[in-house]
Every structure is written in structure tokens, then in C-alpha cells.
């Protein structure tokens, strides 16, 4: 036994052991046979490794682990089994190997691993045999010898397939690997290390740390080593080491304390090829250093931050302008120098663009070297390296006398503004007339803020001859010289408008009032007459968009009578068109600020315009809010808009009541008032002439002689009872004498024109009472 255990010791190989173990017992205990099974991996068998008188062939078999057989009995038993007659055992029968050679007794014990059961070493006789518990003492300590030679086989085994597995993986990787042992002598260097220096293997073992170094970083190579050396602690360096081409190539090298059961055994490393990296290194610092003397010779301020928004960099600009040092100025210094009013607004938009790596701009108030706050422009790009973000690289320049300029500058045109504003408010007209027969409406609607003041405009007037004149225009231009000229083209319209019948004519004069002045002047117009009584319009348009009317059975633009603008050609030739309102139909007139869009054609402004004011209801200024409102929306327009709304009311028929003032300009006006109202009730055109003639006379003579200097007013009615028409002048003055042998007639007329007169003086003024039947024509 003790012979079997020293050349366990000595390490004879592991099947020799097992056959030796095989024989040892057999002798030993004299038996016939003798045998040592393995578990297989998974434990469903039993392979004979080795025995004693066994027959050929039988020796890498395979036995069952039945356990109601004495093999697979025994490996779930701790302790020896002993048959000493299969003949009367009843726990177990034998296995296949023992019944083919008739074994009668048998001893048989376990053989254990440190991890966990490996077989089992049994012998066996074919004649009965009494195993004492000495024999099965001895066959166990044979069992405990194979159980750690079994260990030590096993260790010995994994050991070389860590070593082959470490070579093999220390020879693949791209990293130059290196092994010393506890006292720093290296054991081991890779196919890396060896193909990079050209060296051999014997060349770089031993005492050779360093050997391969740069001379003029040896020193320093070592004396890093010697002192993570002596500290069992990381070691890392950069250094140039030889290469194969005779040459140094700049490497990494990092080397980690080796520890064995508390121990240390040495040091594993790693070499890593940074010759690319430092080179780049170099460059990106002369690079920095180039961006640091260009940074600090531009007449700009220049900064830099990295990904955190801490400031990195600063050029000599910055700290020339601000007065600060470089210290101040790195790190988290963001509301350093900007005004405190300022200064969280100025923070958190920077932190909000940093949080996303989004472009900076920003323009705030820096204190300078003097202690002023002064104005700056600065900006922020963002930079990335491999899509990942790396901080800002920013400018700031200084803009103190610009703002100043601009302050001024809006001052001066919101000056502007409101003059032109102003003006051009002060040339409209301050109220619409009333004009009998027609309803009428206008809004006018300035640009938004920002924008200047334009030229647009509208004006109504009624005409000698009772017909109404409707003008909508607009400036080319902006600010005061286009309220200006508007103001000009406004009054020159009126004139014309006076004296011409033919819109084209009007603007024909128009136009060559414009092309003989100095300045250059262009404008569009639209100028259209309209008759209250029977509804027709007579229009011409210079460049400007059409009229649109609005009637029972929808809306639809005034097409024709279109020529240029205003002073856009001498000479300018102007059309007419006309057309007829239904009864109760609306005009709409309009500028271009209304309709005309950046973003959209102007056919679909002009249908736009149109569904909105056909949807609209009620009165003329809900129609004009309504058109803004739904053209518009909640935005204001980039250019003036000017609006007029005009419907022709239905003539009174039944009775008419008329205040005016006391002065010859108002006769005109009552005799087509007059003439409107009696041709809606009836009278032809002989009556009406007659009718309105003898009314007239009694209103002059109420002005006349009622009345001295003063503002004074007198009253007409007139009304018809069935075909009777009633009507009277009122005036609350007193009568004067007559002036003049020639005077006085106009009583007698009256009497001859009317069926019946009468004159009554009253305490508040003087009452002349007409009647007239129709039918019958008077002689004058």
C-alpha cells in the first residue's frame, strides 16, 4: 500500500496507477479478479478502466448502474459492500461482467473526488470467500489513493488547458502581452510582442524589462515600474518601443498584480500601438495651439465649451473687452459680466439649447472693461465628433451702437407712423355723408405694427345730376409720401368726379394730372357711379381689384372696365363698364390689403372674399365686420385695407320728411329727393317737375326771407292720401319785407301750380300748406 501511494506521489500516469491498483488489490486480498470502473459523464454507466484477470474485451466496457445490481448498488452506498454469497444475497444481484464469470463473493467500495463520485475498485472470486473488515479497510485506502491521484490528474489537466487556452488567446490578440514572475523577471511574452519587436523568445525573457524602450524614455519607464513594483499596484505607461523596422512606435502599457491563494506572483500586461493616436494627439495640440493665435487675433470675441456647457476656452478679444482674466472665465461662468436684468433669461436659453445641442443666438447687455453695459450679438454652434456632441464653439461681437441706432431709427418711424397715420386718417373722411337712398358703410383697417403707413383711401359724394360717386384707391408706396399723394389723388378725384359724367374720363384726367408732376407717383383706382334709382353702376378700374356684389341669389364680382394703374403710362386709355343691381343688392368695394396674399393665389383670396361676404347678414357694418373678420381672422394685415359697403334703399313712396339747413346749396338736394319720392309714387314726369318746382319755390323763399346770418334750419314733408299729395314747408323765423319792385312772384306761382295753398304765420315760424291731386297737368 504505502509503495502504491509513493508513486501516486511521484506522479506515475494516472492508467498505469489504476492497473497497478488493480493488481495490488487482487494480490492482496487473492482473488481471482479484480477491476476499476469511471462513471461516464452522464451518469448512466460504468466503463472498466483497468482489472486483474479479466478476459479480453472486457476492458473499456460499459456496466449498468442499476442499483439492484452490485455495481450501481455501490455508488449509492458511503462505505464498502461485501457479498459474500450471491447465492443468499437479497439487496442486489450481480452484474452482467460477474455473472458470465460465475463470481460467487465480492468487495467493492467507491471511489470519490474532491467533485464528487468518480467509480469504484471491487474484486471478486469464484469460490466463496469471507472479506474481513480489514480487507475492506485496505481495498479503501486503495480507492482514497486513485481518488486523489484522480484530483491531481484532473488539476494537472486543467492547468494545460488554461495555459494552452491563455497561449492561445495571448497569441490572437491584437495586444502586445507580457508575464513576470514574483521577482519581476518576465516569463512570457506573446506572438504579438515578438512579431512587433522582431525579437525572439529568449531575447525577452528574464531580466529584460525595459530593454526595448527609447533610450530617452527608459528611465522614466522604469522608474514608474519599480515603484508600482514595489507597491503591487497598476502600472501604466506611455513610451516608444522598438520596432521591427528599426524604428520606435509610441505604445500603451498597462500591467495588473498577479495574486495566487493571497500571494503574489507577478505581474500580466499589455502593450497597445497609440503611435496613430499620439500622432493625432500632436497635431490636434498644434491645431488648438494655431486656433488659439488665430482666436486671439480676430476682432471678434471667441469661446468655447464642452458637452456639460462649462466654459473652455476664451480668446484674448473676451478678456481685452470684458476686463475679466482667463481663470474667471473657465468653468461654470455663464452670468458672469451679463446684466443682472438679463442675466436668468440669458442662463436658461443657453441651458435649454444645450440640453437639446441646438444652435445659440442670443443679443444682451455685457459689462465691459469701463464698467458699461453694452450690447452683444452672441451665437453658438454646436459641435459633434461621431454624431456624439462635444460642447459650443461661440462669437460675440459687440452691437452697442447699432441698438442705439435702431432705438433711434424706431423711434423715428414710429414717429413717422403716426404722422402718416395721422395724415392719412385726417384725408379720410371723418364721416360718410348721408346721401338719401342709400345706406352706406366703410372701415379702414391700418397695417400691423411694423409695417408703414400706406396710400389706401375711399370717398363717396353725390353728383348735380343725383347720381352717387363711390371711390375706392391705393397708393403705391408706404409712409408719409403715400398718405401724402393720397390725400392729392383724393381731391383730384372729387374734382373730376364733379365735373366729368364718364369714369373713364375722370381717371383719364386723373392719370395726366399724375404723369405732369415731377415726382413718380402710380396708384390704383376704382371709380364707379351709381343711379339710386334704377340701380345701374357705370365703372372703370385702374389696375384695382373688381367690385363685388352681393344679392339675393349669391355674389359675384364686377368683371370689365379694367385698365392700368395710375401714372403708369401718358397716355393712359380707360374703359367703362356697366351693369345693374338687383333690388336689394349690396356693393362691396375694397384695396388689395383685403385679399392679396404671399402665400396664396389671388383667385382664391377673391373666393375666399366672396363666400365670406355672401354668408354675411343683417346691416352694412355687420357686413364690413363680418368681411374682416372672416378674411382676415385673428391676424393683422401686412398692408392697409380700406372697405366700402354701399345699398341702394327703396324709395319711400308714401311720405318723406326732410331737415335741412337754411341756405341755397341744400335746393339741389331736395329737388332729387323730391323727385325720387314722386316718381315712386306715381307722378309722371310733367307732375313731378310742376311738384317739385312749387315745394322748392316755398323752401327758397323760407331761406330768403325767414332767416338772417346764422345757422338755421327749415323742415319739408310731403305725403299722399290715395292720389292726393299733401305737402308742407315749415320755417321757425320771421318774415322780412320783400326787397325790390321785381320781387315776390314766387307765391303766385305756387298758387298756380297746386290745387290748393296755404300760408299761416305761427308763433315758431311760418307754415306754407300745398295740396295737389295727380292726374290733372297745371299750367304754369
Not at 349 to 365: H, K, P
Not at 523 to 537: F, N, P, W
Request: glycine share 12%; proline share 4%; net charge negative.
Amino acid at each position: 500500500m504505502a509503495e502504491l501511494g509513493q508513486r501516486a506521489l511521484a506522479g506515475l500516469d494516472l492508467d498505469r496507477l489504476v492497473a497497478e491498483a488493480a493488481e495490488t488489490a487482487a494480490r492482496e486480498l487473492g482473488t481471482e479478479f479484480a477491476s476499476v470502473v469511471e462513471l461516464t459523464g452522464d451518469g448512466l454507466g460504468l466503463v472498466v478502466l483497468a482489472g486483474h484477470g479479466l478476459p479480453d474485451g472486457v476492458v473499456g466496457g460499459v456496466l449498468s448502474t442499476r442499483p439492484d445490481e452490485l455495481p450501481g448498488f455501490t455508488l449509492a452506498r458511503e462505505g464498502p459492500v461485501i457479498v459474500d454469497d450471491f447465492r443468499t444475497e437479497t439487496r442486489f444481484g450481480p452484474s452482467s461482467l460477474q455473472r458470465d464469470l460465475g463470481v460467487v463473493s465480492a468487495l467493492v467500495v467507491s471511489i470519490r473526488a474532491s467533485r464528487g463520485q468518480f467509480g469504484g475498485i471491487g474484486v471478486h472470486s469464484r469460490t466463496p470467500q469471507h472479506f474481513s473488515p480489514d480487507d475492506a479497510h485496505f481495498l479503501q485506502a486503495v480507492a482514497n489513493v486513485l481518488g486523489a491521484a484522480v484530483e491531481r490528474a484532473r488539476h494537472e489537466e486543467e492547468v494545460r488547458d488554461s495555459e494552452a487556452r491563455f497561449r492561445e488567446l495571448a497569441d490572437t490578440t491584437p495586444a502586445l502581452m507580457w508575464m513576470t514572475d514574483a521577482e519581476g523577471d518576465v516569463t512570457f511574452v506573446n506572438e504579438g510582442w515578438l512579431r512587433f519587436t522582431g525579437r525572439s523568445v529568449p531575447d525577452d525573457l528574464g531580466d529584460s524589462f525595459g530593454s526595448s524602450a527609447h533610450p530617452d524614455d527608459r528611465d522614466d519607464l522604469m522608474t514608474r515600474w519599480r515603484v508600482a513594483f514595489e507597491r503591487r499596484t497598476e502600472f501604466r505607461f506611455e513610451y516608444r518601443l522598438r520596432h521591427r523596422d528599426g524604428g520606435h512606435r509610441w505604445v500603451l502599457e498597462i500591467g495588473t498584480p498577479r495574486f495566487a491563494g493571497g500571494e503574489f506572483v507577478g505581474y500580466v500586461g499589455t502593450a497597445t500601438d497609440i503611435h496613430e493616436r499620439k500622432g493625432m494627439e500632436d497635431a490636434l495640440r498644434r491645431s488648438e495651439a494655431s486656433f488659439r493665435d488665430l482666436a486671439d487675433s480676430v476682432p471678434v470675441m471667441i469661446w468655447t465649451t464642452d458637452e456639460r456647457g462649462s466654459v473652455t476656452f476664451v480668446n484674448a478679444g473676451w478678456l481685452t473687452y470684458t476686463g475679466t482674466t482667463l481663470e474667471d472665465e473657465l468653468g461654470e461662468s455663464w452670468a458672469l459680466g451679463i446684466h443682472p436684468d438679463e442675466a436668468e433669461a440669458v442662463v436658461g436659453d443657453f441651458e435649454r439649447a444645450l440640453l437639446q445641442g441646438a444652435l445659440w443666438e442670443r443679443e444682451y447687455r455685457l459689462r465691459s472693461h469701463t464698467g458699461e453695459y453694452r450690447w452683444v450679438s452672441e451665437r453658438g454652434v454646436p459641435r459633434y465628433e461621431e454624431g456624439r456632441f462635444i460642447g459650443y464653439v461661440g462669437t460675440a461681437v459687440d452691437i452697442h451702437e447699432r441698438r442705439l441706432m435702431e432705438a433711434q431709427q424706431r423711434e423715428l418711424y414710429e414717429r413717422e407712423h403716426t404722422i402718416a397715420e395721422t395724415l392719412q386718417r385726417s384725408l379720410l373722411p371723418e364721416r360718410l355723408p348721408r346721401i338719401e337712398g342709400l345706406e352706406i358703410a366703410a372701415r379702414y383697417l391700418p397695417a400691423s405694427e411694423g409695417a408703414a403707413i400706406g396710400g389706401d383711401w375711399y370717398d363717396a359724394l353725390e353728383r348735380p345730376d343725383g347720381k352717387v360717386v363711390l371711390v375706392v384707391g391705393d397708393v403705391v408706396g408706404h409712409g408719409l409720401r403715400a398718405a401724402a399723394a393720397m390725400g392729392q389723388l383724393r381731391n383730384a378725384v372729387r374734382a373730376y368726379g364733379v365735373a366729368e359724367t364718364s369714369p373713364a374720363e375722370v381717371l383719364t384726367r386723373v392719370n395726366r394730372l399724375v404723369m405732369s408732376g415731377e415726382e413718380d407717383l402710380m396708384a390704383t383706382i376704382l371709380y364707379l357711379v351709381l343711379d339710386r334709382e334704377t340701380g345701374d353702376v357705370c365703372f372703370a378700374s385702374a389696375g384695382h381689384p373688381p367690385p363685388l356684389v352681393l344679392a339675393a341669389d349669391g355674389a359675384h364680382f364686377l368683371e370689365g372696365g379694367r385698365a392700368v394703374p395710375i401714372g403708369a403710362v401718358e397716355p393712359g386709355t380707360f374703359r367703362e363698364a356697366g351693369a345693374t343691381l338687383p333690388a336689394g343688392a349690396s356693393l362691396l368695394l375694397y384695396t388689395d390689403g383685403l385679399v392679396e396674399r404671399r402665400d396664396e393665389p389671388l383667385e382664391r383670396s377673391l373666393d375666399g372674399l366672396a363666400a365670406t361676404a355672401g354668408r354675411a347678414e343683417g346691416g352694412l357694418e355687420g357686413l364690413c365686420d363680418a368681411v374682416l373678420s372672416g378674411v382676415l381672422g385673428q391676424r393683422m394685415p401686412s398692408d392697409d385695407v380700406a372697405l366700402l359697403a354701399v345699398r341702394p334703399r327703396p324709395v319711400a313712396h308714401e311720405s318723406v320728411h326732410f331737415t335741412l339747413p337754411a341756405e341755397p346749396e341744400s335746393l339741389p338736394g331736395l329737388r332729387r329727393r323730391l323727385s325720387r319720392f314722386l316718381h315712386a309714387a306715381g307722378a309722371d314726369d310733367i307732375e313731378t317737375y310742376e311738384i317739385t318746382l312749387t315745394i322748392c319755390e316755398a323752401a327758397g323763399n323760407a331761406i330768403e326771407h325767414a332767416y338772417g346770418p346764422g345757422d338755421a334750419t327749415f323742415d319739408v314733408e310731403a305725403s299722399f292720401d290715395s292720389d292726393e299729395l299733401t305737402a308742407t314747408v315749415t320755417d321757425r323765423g320771421h318774415w322780412r319785407e320783400r326787397r325790390g319792385a321785381h320781387r315776390g312772384r314766387g307765391l303766385s306761382i305756387i298758387e298756380g301750380l297746386m290745387d290748393q295753398v296755404e300760408v299761416s304765420r305761427e308763433q315758431g315760424g311760418t307754415v306754407v300748406r300745398m295740396r295737389r291731386r295727380l292726374g290733372g297737368t297745371q299750367a304754369a
